[in-house]
């Protein structure tokens, strides 16, 4: 008998609502205090940590508007117009 374990990463979900047009991507890392400050919010765009609509996304003031999903360390946020 083989046995087969399988994880599963549990995701949290938010929504941020825009004040503006669009918010930079590490703006919104920090205002979410998914990073506790611009140089961590850096390190993870980087390192390769962040997705933006299900692709790896290395800009790191990558404009972020109404109807993006970005996903870092198991959040995934959805960003809309206010």
Do not use: H, W
């Not at 933006?52 to 946020?77: S, T």
């Amino acid at each position: 008998m083989v046995t087969c374990r399988v994880k599963t990463k549990l995701i949290s979900m938010s929504t941020f609502y825009l004040e503006s047009e669009y918010i930079p991507l590490i703006g919104l890392l920090k205002a979410l205090q998914i990073a506790s400050s611009g140089g961590e919010a850096q390190m993870l765009v980087e390192e390769g940590m962040v997705t933006l609509n299900g692709k790896p996304e290395n800009r790191k003031r990558a404009k972020l508007r109404d109807g993006d999903i970005v996903k870092c360390n198991g959040i995934e946020i959805e960003v809309k117009a206010k």
